[in-house]
């Protein structure tokens, strides 16, 4: 079974940190990343690693204070996040591309607040 398990998210006050965790099991994946939604908006893309080469991708809101990077298990991922703000209230979710077939795969969410 494909699956993407995502942990870490919580509660930060505005200026901390967090750090979340995906765990990814039953396929290889060329990409691993967060996309997160927040009450009454789109779901969006945060960051991704292309697990061949290391290569990160950041949205411009996150650029600077979010870091995306490997873990040393396999489709292992984790996303610091530092100098939070209340605009990243979300909810935050994996997601991965399969190496084969191209296919996406998501997590299931974990909520992230930051009170101000």
């Known amino acids: 079974q494909v699956r993407l398990v995502e942990s870490g998210g919580g509660l930060a006050q505005a200026g901390g940190s967090l750090r979340l965790s995906c765990q990814g099991s039953?396929?290889?994946?060329?990409?691993i990343g967060w996309y997160r939604q927040a009450p009454g908006k789109q779901r969006e893309l945060v960051a991704t690693?292309?697990?061949?080469?290391?290569?990160?991708n950041y949205a411009d809101a996150v650029k600077g204070r979010f870091t995306i990077s490997p873990g040393n298990a396999p489709n292992t991922v984790f996303l610091q996040m530092n100098s939070l703000k209340p605009e990243d209230t979300a909810t935050y979710y994996c997601?991965?591309?399969?190496?084969?077939?191209?296919?996406?795969?998501w997590g299931q969410g974990t909520l992230v607040s930051v009170s101000s």
């Open positions: 690693i292309t697990t061949s080469n290391g290569r990160t």
């Open positions: 997601h991965a591309r399969r190496l084969i077939t191209n296919s996406e795969v």
């Open positions: 039953g396929s290889i994946f060329s990409i």
